[in-house]
């Protein structure tokens, strides 16, 4: 059974940082690329950042680029999301979730960590 | 970047009647070399993470209920869920794959019973 577990979320002051991570079970974790996507509270779904298979290729959302780091441990089976310099607008479920080729659906998505940026 | 725009914000449908959803993208999805559309739909139930239902816009996800269809095509896509139950109770997201490394989703219609 294909299993994404997120964790690391919790309080953080505006400025600080955390770190996620997705644990990932029942498929073969290195064939597949990864990604985060968030949802603000009362906000639809907006997609944050992705990894391809080997870590070479490393996308991400305009509103994140220089604060976020994704990585992944593929002997871990392990995604992460590194945040730095976080803002209140960076509220928000993150969910890791796959996809199995470029051009690809998310198909499989983990239950969601809350990650709340507040004073 | 290719911005997604669903039609309605929300909707209440009676058990039983049909529930229509619009998704207009920016830009045309259909990839010539393949002649595919690169379009997903999304269900997302409080407390649950999204779930994929249709791909392509127009297949079914294994395990998807058959009252769940996707039809369109290039700009211009539809969710149709033919009979509405109870269990569908949730907001929906277009998405478009097409593009990479950028994946945009509609802003999300929220499905209730009337």
Not at chain 1, 56 to 77: C, E, H, L, M, Q
Not at chain 2, 48 to 71: C, H, M, N
Not at chain 2, 73 to 98: N, P
Request: glycine share 8%; hydrophobic share 30%.
């Amino acid at each position: 059974e294909v299993q994404l577990v997120e964790s690391g979320g919790g309080l953080v002051q505006p400025g600080g940082s955390l770190r996620l991570s997705c644990a990932a079970s029942g498929f073969t974790f290195s064939s597949y690329y990864m990604t985060w996507v968030r949802q603000a509270p009362g906000k639809g779904l907006e997609w944050v950042a992705n990894i391809n298979q080997d870590g070479s290729d490393k996308p991400y959302v305009d509103s994140v680029k220089g604060r976020f780091t994704i990585s992944r441990d593929n002997a871990k089976n392990s995604l992460y999301l590194q945040m730095n310099s976080l803002r209140a607008e960076d509220t928000a479920v993150y969910y890791c979730a796959r996809y199995y080729s470029l051009m690809a659906p998310f198909d499989y998505w983990g239950q969601g960590t809350l990650v709340t940026v507040s004073s | 970047d290719i911005v997604m725009t669903q039609s309605p914000d929300s909707l209440a449908v009676s058990l039983g009647e049909r529930a229509t959803i619009s998704c207009k993208s920016s830009q045309s999805v259909l990839y010539s070399s393949d002649n595919k559309n690169y379009l997903a739909w999304y269900q997302h139930k409080p407390g649950q993470p999204p779930k994929l239902l249709i791909y392509w816009a127009s297949t079914r996800e294994s395990g998807v209920p058959d009252r769940f269809s996707g039809s369109g095509s290039g700009t211009d896509f539809t969710l149709t869920i033919s009979s509405l139950q109870a269990e569908d109770v949730a907001v929906y997201y277009c998405q478009h794959y097409y593009s990479s490394p950028t994946w945009t989703f509609g802003q999300g219609t929220k499905v209730e019973i009337k």
